[in-house]
């Protein structure tokens, strides 16, 4: 079972910067990749990027490439989702995932984190 934990939603103006933490843990979770998702009022749950266990190769959707970054420490066992430049177009509930492989597809997510708010304003 693998548990995962997110922090660092909140409010931020049109623009302007925010980074999430996903905090993983539980047995093996050290070798599931970790993805972000997003859901906006109305919206089909989206994927947002992803990274590898071990290689570190990223994904990401093309909404967000060029302007978020996903990383890992794996020391803190923690994944990390820094965003920029964001609109309001990018407000919805954040949420990271794990599976057995890299990928941004919903449907291959074995366990999911229950989600943190983000809401950018103008």
Known sequence: ???LVESGGGLVQTG???GLSCVV???GSEYYS???FRQAPGKEREGVAC???SSGRTIYGDSVR???AISRDNAKNTV???MDTLTSEDTAVYSCAAAIIPTILKS???YWGRGTRVTVSS
């Open 1 to 3: 079972q693998v548990q």
């Open 16 to 18: 302007g910067s925010l």
């Open 25 to 27: 843990s539980g047995s």
């Open 34 to 36: 970790i993805a972000w």
């Open 51 to 53: 990274i590898d266990s």
């Open 66 to 68: 060029g302007r978020f």
């Open 80 to 82: 990390y989702l820094k």
């Open 108 to 110: 291959s997510m074995d």
